[in-house]
């Protein structure tokens, strides 16, 4: 049987699956359909909205904004925990972007005139969309760091 020397441990080749590193397909699963759901309802939201298209631009772009910096800050932080190098005004720039975005949306939500429920609906979709794109950036980032170790 082969093993695989990682991280001064020895592991079967056989035992990847049980890696406690490596996401396991029910995370993965969930993941993507916090991130779907997340996104998809806040659509549909907009999409019913009593509201004006160029309101309704507003909140999906930023939605696209959201999910795009939290990405980047999922990233840029896994890359300086990893030892890889980031700029400082990249990292800085994700951040911002990340604060923006959430900033952005607390402002057009508090200024709109819809009713407190519609409010909140659009800040939980839109917090629940914005996780799960951090959790499935870390769940692919996690798969494929796992898979490159045991090659």
């Not at 909205?49 to 696209?64: D, P, R, S, V």
């Amino acid at each position: 049987m082969e093993t695989v020397k990682t991280n001064n441990e020895t592991h079967k080749k056989n035992e990847i699956n049980r890696n406690p590193l490596k996401p396991t397909p029910a995370f993965i699963g969930a993941s993507w359909m916090v991130l779907f759901i997340g996104t998809i309802s806040y659509c549909v939201g907009l999409w019913n909205a009593a509201m004006q298209l160029n309101e309704k631009g507003y909140y999906f772009t930023i939605l696209l904004f959201g999910l795009f910096a939290v990405i980047s800050v999922q990233k840029t932080v896994r890359d300086k925990a990893e030892g890889l190098e980031v700029t400082e005004l990249y990292y800085g720039l994700a951040w911002f972007a990340t604060i923006a975005s959430i900033t952005l949306l607390v402002i057009g939500l508090w200024n709109a005139d819809l009713l407190l429920s519609e409010k909140g609906f659009y800040g939980v979709s839109f917090i629940l969309a914005v996780y799960g794109a951090i959790a499935v950036q870390k769940n692919t980032r996690d798969a494929k760091l796992i898979d490159n170790l045991y090659k």
